[in-house]
């Protein structure tokens, strides 16, 4: 576990708690038994020490603070205090506290994302390698003892935690991404080996998880983070063999399920992104509030409750200012993860961006939410670019030596 001189004034005991919380999260949705529990979990066991770890900062001054200088953390806190204040001009929302509460949550868990990734980055990817070993047990538990509890329409989604299958899929996805970056760097450092072997095997099952949720939008969005791997994975000609292995398995595993993604069609998205945008122009400017009533009946006879697509969701909900908000919030974790595209984080962080802004292209929940799939894309992007952002060096205010480098993976 890092020294003193590493996080600087904050207590070592509170910074174990909010490592040893991070690694929670990241497996929770595995091993929570129900949703609820889910979220129990993750209140207490990652965002309490985030606040414990918050007020020690303030108290001490610590320079852990420098995670909230960069301009994202203010353009985050506008964004989600508009989508909260929109909630009084909502015909279908709570109370302005709730909301209020939800994001207050959400920038704790910002927060400590940053403080892992700056502070304690090997057990940020340990982290990551703990969720993609649990992603597989729980897999194969679902597949073994629960099966009946875990399909939806014949569709994975999950036992206990899971809710659908198309935020299964955007999750697991998310999990994949994390890990395939994180074997990217180890393939760069080390070439292949047993251990990244096995990981890349491990992989392959979090990707067979994707396949049963049967989710386009998700294969979708992992090809065009595979695109971008392609073009900018650290030493990528003495990882062409396996990527080309790697290719081919895919294309086998998607074979069965060629005829069934190609049937559905396009699922009435552009039924309803049409509709959602007249809804749009009758609210243009400040939109019809956090929350607002949604019911669009399809061509199909369903009735769907939201706009499918986070960015017209955004623009429906806060209009042109909030939707100006996100686009900039986007665009700030985008130019600092491509100002960091040399280190392991920098990458790590505008592959799950990509990934996650292209998934969630097709889906339009998490904004103000309890723990969600949502947290494990956009929330835990804005923890990562927060560290990237606080690049001047760690001191050790007690001798004046600085702490060792901890992004650049070269």
């Not at 015909?91 to 302005?96: C, I, K, P, R, V």
């Not at 992603?135 to 329409?153: D, G, K, Q, T």
């Not at 956009?378 to 001191?395: D, E, Q, R, T």
């Amino acid at each position: 576990m890092p020294a003193r001189s590493i996080h600087t004034d904050v207590s070592p005991a509170i910074h174990i708690a909010l490592v040893a919380g991070f690694y929670l999260f990241m497996s929770a949705w595995f091993i929570a038994p129900t949703r609820t529990a889910h979220h129990t979990l993750v209140y207490l066991a990652f965002l309490l020490p985030c606040l414990l770890h918050l007020l020690s900062s303030i108290h001490t001054r610590s320079e852990s603070l420098s995670v909230l200088r960069s301009p994202i953390f203010p353009t985050l806190l506008l964004f989600l205090g508009y989508m909260a204040i929109s909630s009084l001009w909502s015909d279908n929302a709570e109370s302005l506290t709730h909301y209020l509460k939800r994001m207050g949550k959400t920038l704790l868990f910002v927060y400590g994302v940053a403080a892992v990734c700056r502070y304690s980055p090997k057990h940020f990817e340990r982290a990551i390698l703990c969720s993609v070993v649990l992603c597989v047990a729980w897999l194969a538990v679902n597949e073994l003892f629960f099966r009946e509890a875990a399909y939806l329409s014949d569709r994975f989604r999950g036992a206990n935690t899971g809710l659908h299958y198309l935020l299964t899929g955007a999750l697991l996805g998310g999990i994949l991404v994390l890990g395939t970056n994180l074997l990217l760097q180890r393939l760069s450092r080390r070439g292949p080996d047993a251990r990244n072997l096995l990981l890349l095997t491990l992989l392959g099952g979090v990707f067979y998880g994707v396949l049963l949720t049967e989710s386009r939008s998700a294969l979708l969005a992992l090809g065009i983070t595979a695109a971008y791997w392609f073009f900018h994975a650290p030493n990528i000609r003495n990882i062409k063999i396996i990527g080309g292995v790697c290719a081919v398995a895919v294309g086998f595993m998607l074979t069965p399920y060629a005829e069934l993604f190609i049937s559905r069609g396009f699922s009435q998205r552009f039924e309803i992104w049409e509709v959602t945008l007249r809804w749009i122009l009758e609210k243009p400017w400040f939109g019809h509030g956090f929350d607002a009533e949604y019911i669009l009946p399809v061509s199909s006879g369903e009735e769907l409750y939201d706009a499918h697509n986070i960015h017209l969701e955004v623009l429906f909900e806060g209009g042109v200012i909030g939707g100006v908000l996100w686009l900039t919030l986007l665009g700030l974790l985008a130019l600092q993860g491509w100002k960091a595209r040399n280190t392991s984080l920098g990458r790590c962080l505008l592959a799950l961006l990509i990934y996650s802004v292209t998934v969630k292209f097709f889906e339009s929940r998490g904004i103000l939410s309890r723990p969600t799939e949502f947290w494990h894309l956009i929330w835990l992007c804005a923890g990562m670019a927060l560290a990237c952002g606080a690049s001047h060096p760690i001191v050790n205010k007690r001798s004046g030596a600085p702490a060792p480098e901890i992004t650049s993976t070269q």
